[in-house]
């Protein structure tokens, strides 16, 4: 919805879309991640997040439903119901990305890698998606409407296939049983489903008195406390990128040539960079690992503020595509090495809390980030 707030910002412009939208998915994905967190080792973790793909899924197909519905109308009426499909999707996210952290987390610290450059990769593709679609309908009639309806229909689809992949492929794997049957042999309760749908049956109690494995796990209160600095690296990564995006691209970065073709390209390199950056901390020699450099890098990146505030005023497209590329960048390194690190010295079940934990304060940064990103708008008449 993000990738396509060009087309909102055209249909309510009075509505700050590209502010409300966001801020309204917020609570919906911090509340239920935060449920979840603190419930984590007795939830069906299979089940999660297959409900939470299928809201994907029908939050994609209830974007293209309403924008025919209402004939590509914009007023209060599209615009409350388009804020509902919003909060659908974060209540989805609510549950998968919990999840999916907390479970890859328990495996090897090169699936969480992996799967937060597919979070980056996502954005760049439906970024390069939307460029697509703006452009093959750019010079028809009603072109803005097509381009982001078609772009609607290929994320519904995408959404399908995620629900797919997770249900029938995802727990056959061979290393994801392998990861799995070792967590549960360590106690962690949240594996069962995921392996008896890998045709994996536990015949015993594996957190029984008899299992020599069972040791008791740490609380998540003791989690979070030794973790603290991580957690809150995570908060102020997320927080200062989204004080920036989408509200402060999209509206506020002053005269530009682009047209609507501006904000889209500014999100597309966040995106871009952002994805390059999971990569990096492959490379062992330039991966940060100390908790104190972590800590330091990520408060030097609020040197952005003022940078970006400044661009706005005295600089031009291409200082603000640089600043926004250096964004992506630096959020795709630092999240990375925090989230790979973090989990190393636990077991299975410490290590599922433990990155639940880190999801709900990445989520919260980007709630905190959201609320922030008016404060732009001060001095400008609204």
Not at 37 to 59: C, H, P, V
Not at 83 to 112: K, R, W, Y
Not at 171 to 181: A, D, E, G, H, N
Not at 210 to 238: G, H
């Amino acid at each position: 919805m993000l990738t396509t707030i060009d087309y909102y910002m055209y249909l309510f412009p009075k509505y700050h879309p590209a502010r409300i939208i966001f801020l309204t998915y917020q609570p919906f994905v911090l509340g239920t991640t935060a449920i979840f967190t603190y419930f984590e080792a007795k939830i069906n973790t299979r089940l999660r997040i297959l409900l939470g793909y299928t809201m994907f899924f029908l939050s994609s197909l209830a974007v293209v439903i309403l924008d025919v519905a209402t004939l590509g109308e914009g007023g209060i009426r599209t615009f409350i119901g388009t804020c509902i499909i919003s909060a659908a999707f974060g209540v989805g996210n609510g549950h998968v990305q919990g999840g999916m952290t907390g479970d890859l987390s328990l495996m090897c610290p090169e699936f969480i890698q992996s799967f937060y450059a597919g979070l980056a990769a996502s954005g760049a593709l439906t970024s390069i998606l939307r460029f697509i679609t703006k452009a093959a309908f750019e010079n028809s009639q009603d072109g803005l409407r097509k381009g982001a309806t078609l772009f609607s229909i290929i994320s519904c689809f995408l959404g399908l296939l995620c629900v797919l992949l997770y249900g029938f492929i995802f727990p056959k794997l061979s290393i994801v049983t392998f990861y799995r049957s070792k967590a549960a042999y360590e106690g962690s309760l949240t594996v069962r489903a995921d392996l008896a749908a890998g045709g994996i049956q536990r015949n015993h109690d594996p957190v029984s008195p008899e299992n020599p494995a069972c040791i008791e796990r740490w609380s998540t209160m003791k989690l979070l406390f030794q973790n603290r600095d991580y957690v809150l690296d995570m908060f102020l990564i997320y927080l200062l990128t989204f004080a920036i995006i989408p509200g402060f691209l999209a509206e506020d970065t002053g005269s530009h040539s682009m047209g609507s073709w501006y904000p889209v390209v500014l999100i597309a390199c966040t995106y871009t960079w952002d994805l390059l950056a999971t990569y990096i901390p492959l490379i062992e020699q330039i991966k940060m690992t100390s908790q104190k450099w972590l800590l330091i890098a990520v408060l030097a990146r609020f040197l952005l503020i003022p940078a970006f505030y400044y661009t706005v005023k005295y600089g031009g497209q291409g200082l603000m595509i640089l600043l926004t590329s250096f964004l992506g960048l630096s959020q795709g390194y630092l999240s990375v090495c925090v989230v790979t690190e973090a989990p190393k010295v636990y077991k299975g079940p410490e290590q599922n809390a433990l990155g639940n934990l880190l999801v709900f304060s990445l989520l919260g940064g980007i709630f905190c980030g959201a609320i922030l990103d008016w404060l732009w708008l001060i001095g400008k008449g609204w």
